[in-house]
């Protein structure tokens, strides 16, 4: 999260130093684990990172914004540079420009501190927990569809008025849908599902019971 922030401040010190009289930048980053369950089987299991900045510049009152999914030096200059143009370009409104400071209290309880450290595997077990737990309650049951998921994310943000704030937050989920079985009768289908900030606060067997 550090990281983050500081690039955020970086790059507002390079809007003002390239001629932009007000800066802000808001930055991203996340990863997104997900394990799909289909007929019964594990179908699929991804991990997708992101990473961004969106860069919101001021110029004789004219707004200019670029947005940037890479952040290394060259690509962030690049982009300032492209805002810096896009306001210089635009015109004026009065009414243009960046709010002061303002207190940011921390959200508390929002994220789980080993989210980072929990990987694909963690999810495929609990997943395949998921799905055992659901299979074994009942031979009848056929398991259509269901899903685990670990999301974290962290954001920060900076401006040239002094604004600086930064946090972290995770989620974790899971979902089953089935429906039961026996011979031409079949069940209307049921599902369940939890989520939770923490990988404590789900408990993916018992979702699937």
């Known amino acids: 999260m550090e990281r983050l922030l500081e690039i955020c401040q970086r790059t507002v010190e390079m809007a003002v130093a390239s001629g932009a009289d007000e800066a802000e930048v ?3 980053a996340g990863r997104n684990i997900d394990v799909q369950l289909q007929k019964n089987d594990l179908h699929i299991a991804k991990s997708v990172s992101s990473e961004g900045l969106g860069i919101r510049i001021f110029c004789e009152r004219g707004l200019g914004f670029a947005f940037v999914n890479s952040l290394t030096q060259e690509a962030v200059s690049d982009a300032v540079a492209e805002a810096i143009a896009i306001a210089k370009a635009s015109p004026p409104d ?5 709010p002061d400071p303002m207190p940011t209290p921390p959200r508390e309880g ?3 501190p080993r989210a980072e450290e929990l990987g694909v595997e963690f999810a495929v077990e609990r997943a395949v927990d998921m799905l055992r737990a659901a299979r074994d309650l009942d ?21 040239s008025r002094g604004t600086l704030a930064a946090e972290e937050e995770s989620t974790f989920f899971c979902l089953i849908m089935g429906m039961a079985r026996e011979g031409d009768v079949v069940s209307s289908f049921d599902y369940q ?5 923490h990988a404590s606060g789900i408990d993916p067997a018992e979702t699937g019971r």
């Open 110 to 112: 929002i994220c789980d």
């Open 94 to 98: 009065e009414h243009n420009g960046l």
């Open 26 to 28: 808001f930055g991203g």
């Open 139 to 159: 031979p009848r049951v056929t398991v259509d569809m269901g899903e685990l998921a670990v999301q974290t994310g962290r954001k920060a943000i900076a401006s």
């Open 193 to 197: 599902a939890q989520s939770s900030r």
